[in-house]
T-cell receptor, first 112, second 116 residues
């Protein structure tokens, strides 16, 4: 079993929809949770960063962490075609940059 | 502009022919790392470095070497490439300590390597 599980999709939604992307994990030591966005033929870019449990909002994006369930989510409101990309969750146990464990990524397509 | 630069972007080579993929960052970051990305497996860490002359193995280090002689550069070396090293490679850099407020990790554009 992988440490981090993520549905690969693809997930196709119409423009304006609310998108929910999720990851589950097995390592209870994880405390730092990230979401990266990766456009085709590009490197991943950091979208959201959350420490421990709770919610974090940034514009149309909301990240949620439920450590008791070992479950993290990324919500995208009012989705746009420009949100079409692969979304990778990542997590680490320490506050240093040494060990990040990534999910396999969910491919999202937002259609007009 | 803050960036991580990898070269080359695309490379086709033959089995056993040594190659180097370069990575350079202009943000004075202590931490640099190499990942490979494969379908269904996601991003897996190959090697990382916490500072000059400090390197360590990630999850999949076999068949790779790295060096960190200068803070800005972190080349990935394949001494004798094999077809199972065909992959998309990313270099990344960030500050070393990330704390509760977080810090951004910057990725390069990727190097698509094919070993035939």
């Amino acid at each position: 079993q992988k440490e981090v599980e993520q549905d690969p999709g693809p997930l196709s939604v119409p423009e304006g929809a609310i998108v929910s992307l999720n990851c589950t994990y097995s390592n209870s030591a994880f405390q730092y949770f990230m979401w990266y966005r990766q456009y085709s033929r590009k490197g991943p870019e950091l979208l959201m960063y959350t420490y421990s449990s709770g919610n974090k909002e940034d514009g149309r994006f909301t990240a949620q962490v439920d450590k008791s369930s070992k479950y993290i989510s990324l919500f995208i409101r009012d989705s746009q075609p420009s949100d079409s990309a692969t979304y990778l969750c990542a997590m680490s146990a320490s506050g240093t940059a040494s060990k990040l464990t990534f999910g396999t990524g969910t491919r999202l397509q937002v259609t007009l | 502009e803050a960036q991580v630069t990898q070269n080359p972007r695309y490379l086709i080579t033959v089995t056993g022919k040594k190659l180097t993929v370069t990575c350079s960052q202009n943000m004075n970051h202590e931490y640099m790392s190499w990942y490979r990305q494969d379908p269904g497996l996601g991003l897996r860490q190959i090697y990382y470095s916490m500072n000059v002359e400090v390197t360590d193995k990630g999850d999949v280090p076999e068949g790779y070497k790295v060096s960190r002689k200068e803070k800005r550069n972190f080349p990935l070396i394949l001494e004798s490439p094999s077809p199972n090293q065909t992959s998309l490679y990313f270099c990344a850099s960030s500050l070393l300590f990330q704390g509760a407020s977080g810090t951004e990790a910057f990725f390069g554009q990727g190097t698509r390597l094919t070993v035939v």
